[in-house]
């Protein structure tokens, strides 16, 4: 199986404030990463597909990047609605794998 | 609008069958894969298995397989996720989700069923 790891696990942050998670995998990916956003009781939100593509409707202060093995996602300037737990999910190779996570909190 | 629901939440004792369901609407039902993803109370997502609507190919994570069931119905666009003998453990949220060998990622995602199993 391919292992996500993603650093920082748990971010306290300001409105305004750039943040950025990254997402390591445990052998190449390609750029079979995507990202999600999930709020308390409900269900993942897909956010950046391909590593670096923007889903339709999402914010551009979103953004990804990365290839292989590392990969970051950065939200340029922290909204209130941002606040919430992002994953990041591999699609390279069965079984598909999702990373533990990585809360962000108001500061 | 693309759109998947899900079936309501269920309480079971230890066990017992449970089915659970999610319908598609608003695209080609068979044109995609739905997916099962597992979220156990406060911890992340655990992709469960999936299912090719165009011919019930099924495929499942080592964690899951033979515990769990993947079913279709293409004269409802619905998927189904089923036990035949639940444990305590399999308290969580389910979610379905779509997607396919392009697109391969999970978009959208179903509203989520929660099942307790409780004695």
């Known amino acids: 199986d391919i292992q996500l790891t993603q650093s920082p696990s748990f971010l306290s942050a300001s409105v305004g404030d750039r943040v950025t998670i990254t997402c390591r995998a445990s052998q190449v990916v390609y750029s079979y990463l995507a990202w999600y956003q999930q709020k308390p009781g409900k269900a993942p939100k897909l956010l950046i597909y391909d590593a670096s593509t923007l889903q339709s409707g999402v914010p551009s202060r979103f953004s990804g990047s990365g290839s292989g093995t590392e990969f970051t996602l950065t939200i340029s300037s922290l909204q209130p609605e941002d606040f919430a737990t992002y994953y990041c999910?591999?699609?390279?190779?069965?079984?598909?794998?999702f990373g533990p996570g990585t809360r962000v909190d108001i500061k | 609008e693309v759109q998947l629901v899900q079936s309501g939440a269920e309480v079971k004792k230890p066990g017992e069958s449970l089915k659970i369901s999610c319908q598609g609407s608003g695209y080609s039902f068979t044109s995609y894969w739905i997916s099962w993803v597992r979220q156990m109370p406060g911890k992340g997502l655990e992709w469960m298995g999936r299912?090719?609507?165009?011919?019930?190919?099924?495929n499942y994570s080592p964690s899951f397989q033979g515990h769990v069931t993947i079913s279709a119905d293409k004269s409802t666009s619905t998927a189904y996720l089923q036990w035949s003998s639940l444990k305590a453990s399999d308290t969580a949220m389910y979610y379905c989700?779509?997607?396919?060998?392009?697109?391969?990622?999970?978009?959208?995602w179903g509203q989520g069923t929660q099942v307790t199993v409780s004695s």
């Open positions: 989700t779509r997607h396919a060998l392009t697109p391969h990622w999970f978009d959208p």
């Open positions: 299912i090719d609507l165009s011919d019930s190919y099924t």
């Open positions: 999910q591999q699609l390279s190779g069965y079984p598909i794998t």
